[in-house]
């Protein structure tokens, strides 16, 4: 049986009973912006909310997160609040409001010039900057006090999501122990030797360890970790119950491999505005006599978009018989704009797109479309399914969704996936394609071997991805740390 989200509801109401449940990120699940047409509200496109939305409804805690849309402000109460789903309330979004200052110390500085490329190891030189970080420690002690506000004197769960919060558990329970805490890290964790080079590495590690439970998505990440932890700190590391023991607390290691929700991805990809979508795009394109690929991604650095256009390069190179027959869709979603590496990184695709399509284009064809948007979940599946075969290259990546949407989205059981052996999503995921993406040549023949892999084996490997990702789908993945963090007793007095 696989979980679903009533499932997921039935076990949160039991675990959780009257306690408070409250979930704290980065990322807001309802942004509220203005609009021609008035305020609009929308749903970021973001995994953490596909998966905590329906946790929280069942339960009506309390979401904290940073209040990053223009009309965030116009709509929430005095106390920074707002009931949401907006349609139907069924829980509170408590907004913690930033400044410019902390928006770029701490989100744009700290988390993502230096955390994201120590965690990612794909030689982008961190920046660590003493005056991010004070920011970063002030801004997490902000999300704290937030937090204690809407707890009171009340037992809480508290779920904590990713590197932008490492040190909020202890602030929070510097100040109300009565409180279990989980923190899920959605990026890598690296070796010890790559760690230790940030210049706050004890109290990173000493902030995560004041979690109850501490979640990667891999077991090779908490291996890391409790190895850098042994490294650097005083403690007791027990490697086969995966714990650590500090000061009094003990932390509990473990791995749960984040996924999507497969059923509703497929209900959608076989909608109608799907199928018409998938129409529209064939007619626009001319594709019905082409291969069509697809890769889907936030514009990032560490997703390997440079060597997968090398790749494709080389294969039109190497293949001129497949000039005029494939066609490659990118679609790029714009993010971090304003950090250096992130405008380079965007400069660097657009001459790689314009120097191939200029190398290879005839009559009509050019051998790559870039899409550089942020789609909505309509057009977005009707690439999906169109494609014969889709694009994950990933330089490092703790899980990687996109892999495993375009395995939901695939109800015909058609297309191959090509995926880079360094995503989390590889462990789980071994009827892909697997490349190394810095191998150029080896890449650029495993996109042939995807064009010209016979029907049968396709459709054999697709539905044997297809039965991972049913059974491991997001609510598995919230069901497994919730009944976990049940297990913990709160604090007496
Ligand atoms: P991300 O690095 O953001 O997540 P990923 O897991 O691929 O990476 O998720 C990206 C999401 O953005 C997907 O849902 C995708 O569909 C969406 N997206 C990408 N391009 C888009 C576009 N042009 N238009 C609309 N939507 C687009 C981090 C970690 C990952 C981990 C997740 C969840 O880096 O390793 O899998 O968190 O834990």
């Known amino acids: 049986m696989s979980w679903t989200k009533e499932s997921l509801q039935e076990l949160v109401k039991a675990k959780v009973a009257d306690r408070l449940f409250v979930s704290v990120s980065n990322r807001e699940p309802y942004i509220h912006t203005f609009s021609n047409d008035g305020i609009r509200c929308s ?38 609040r707002i009931e949401v789903p907006p349609e139907a309330p069924q829980y509170s979004l408590r907004r913690v409001w930033l400044t410019k200052e902390e928006e770029d110390g701490y989100y744009l500085g700290f988390s993502n010039e230096a955390l994201w490329p120590l965690c990612h190891v794909v030689y982008a030189r961190p920046t660590f900057n003493q005056a991010d970080w004070d920011i970063y420690k002030r801004v997490n002690q902000l999300f704290a006090e937030a937090v204690l506000d809407e707890i009171g004197d009340r037992e809480a769960f508290i779920f904590i999501q990713d590197y932008h919060l490492a040190l909020l558990s202890r602030l929070i329970k510097a100040k109300n122990p009565k409180v279990i ?67 009094g607390g003990t932390t509990l290691v473990h791995p749960f491999p984040i996924s999507v929700d497969f059923e509703r991805i497929g209900q959608d990809a076989a909608g109608g505005e799907v199928i018409r979508e998938m129409q529209n795009i064939q007619r626009r394109w001319g594709l019905s006599d082409k291969f069509v690929g697809v890769g889907v991604d936030r514009l990032d650095y560490t997703k390997g978009i440079s060597e997968r256009l090398k790749a494709l390069d080389k294969f039109f190179a190497k293949y001129p018989e497949y000039q005029g027959r494939v066609v490659f869709f990118q679609l790029g979603e714009p993010s971090r704009i304003h950090i250096k590496k992130y405008k380079e990184l965007n400069a660097e695709v657009d001459d790689l797109v314009e120097e191939i399509n200029w190398k290879y284009q005839s009559g009509n064809w050019k051998p790559i479309i870039y899409v550089r948007e942020h789609l909505s979940p309509a057009p977005l599946l009707a690439f999906q399914r169109l494609a014969d075969f889709c694009v994950v290259s990933s330089l490092h990546d703790g899980m990687n969704l996109v892999a495993k949407e375009f395995i939901s989205s695939s109800v015909d059981g058609k297309g191959v996936l090509i995926l880079s052996r360094f995503t989390g999503a590889a462990r789980e995921l071994t009827d892909a394609l697997l490349i190394n993406p810095y191998a150029i040549d080896e890449f650029a023949e495993a996109i042939k071997e995807a064009i010209e892999m016979p029907e049968e084996e396709g459709q054999r490997r697709m539905a044997r991805l297809r039965e991972i990702v049913q059974q491991n789908n997001i609510y598995c993945w919230a069901a497994g740390i919730i009944s976990e963090l049940a297990k913990f007793e709160f604090a007496k007095g």
């Open 181 to 247: 805490t989980a923190q899920f890290w959605h990026i890598p964790w690296p070796s010890a030797e790559i760690f230790r080079i940030c210049p706050w590495q004890e109290e990173i590690l000493d902030g995560l360890l004041g979690n109850d439970l501490l979640g990667f998505h891999v077991a090779y990440h908490c291996r890391n970790f409790l190895e850098t932890v042994d490294r650097t700190l005083e403690c007791k590391i027990d490697y086969e119950g995966s714990t650590v023991s500090r000061g």
């Open 43 to 80: 749903v970021p496109a973001s995994g953490l909310t596909v998966a905590l939305d329906p946790v929280m409804r069942a339960c009506g805690g309390v979401w904290v997160a940073w209040g990053s849309g223009d009309a965030d402000r116009a709509v929430a109460d005095e106390r920074s």
